[in-house]
């Protein structure tokens, strides 16, 4: 394990969870754990983002002087990787199993994901900062390996599958939460601020020709009320072109392995 200390001297190998922490002599302030830490933080992320958090926000969040918090943590980053797992341990992994076979498992592990996403807009931008090799992070990770290893396709094959339906649901989830944000930032419902965003364009003489092979689509869109009603519908139904597709992948991979068999 590493040291806190070498984080700098070797990015690509510095987690939280790879460190070896010395402890602290003598206790910490009382009432005070990384848990209820990592929870205030989390928090103030969902209200504030990345940029409102710092040690000295949390610490007068949490009622408790900066220094406080080094009991527990040595980084801004410590907290950041811990508040990362945690939220993956939203994910119900009882609800996976559950689920049956491959299909409705990837289904269920691609709508949690999704929800996550939105109710922390902070986590997609910060994705692929840290190695996500907490308890929780690994434990989603491999409840996705065993879905698409259960489709039956090759080895070569499973990490392209996996790519293709969870970049796709990372994708959907950050556009979602970052436009429930921007819409909130504003002051405005997500369905208002569509609908003036929409029309904004829409209604400039400068952009009639050139949405006019759009208008269809667009009119299409409007006539299902509430944007939440398009998240959901249009997810659902791409989630399913892209099973439908692994589905297909694994059939002709059956077929290339039994022609090749027989040859």
């Known amino acids: 394990m590493v040291k806190a200390a070498d984080r700098a001297k070797n990015p690509a190998r510095s987690s939280v969870w790879l460190e070896q922490r010395t402890p602290r002599n003598g206790g910490g302030p ?11 933080a989390i928090r103030m992320l969902d209200e504030e983002g990345l940029a409102g958090l710092s040690m000295r ?19 801004k980053d410590d907290i950041i990787e811990f508040a990362v797992d945690s939220v993956y341990g ?17 289904r269920v592990l691609a709508l949690d994901y999704r929800r ?54 990372y994708g959907y989830g950050t556009m979602e939460s970052q436009f429930g944000r921007r819409a909130a930032e504003v002051g405005m419902s997500q369905d208002d601020f569509y609908g003036e965003a929409i029309r904004a364009f829409r209604e400039d003489p400068d952009f009639v020709e050139a949405l006019e092979p759009m208008a269809e689509l667009l009119d299409e869109r409007a006539s299902h009320g509430s944007v939440s009603e398009i998240w959901d ?13 692994i589905e297909v992948m694994v059939a002709r991979e059956s077929g290339s392995s039994h022609e090749a068999g027989s040859s």
């Open 30 to 40: 009382a009432g005070l754990d990384r848990e209820r830490i990592v929870t205030t």
């Open 57 to 75: 926000k949390l610490a007068t969040e949490l009622g408790v002087t900066a220094m406080s918090l080094y009991w527990y943590v040595d980084t």
């Open 90 to 106: 939203e994910i119900d992994l009882d609800a996976v199993d559950a689920a049956g076979d491959w299909q409705n498992r990837i």
């Open 116 to 169: 996550m996403l939105v109710r922390h807009p902070w986590m997609s931008p910060i994705a692929g900062q840290y190695l996500n090799i907490g308890p929780h992070a690994i434990a989603v990770g491999a409840k996705i390996q065993e879905a698409i290893r259960d489709t039956g396709l090759p080895v070569s094959r499973q990490p392209s599958a996996m790519s293709s339906v969870f970049q796709f649901v």
């Open 233 to 245: 519908r249009d997810f659902d139904y791409a989630l399913d072109v892209l099973v439908a597709g």
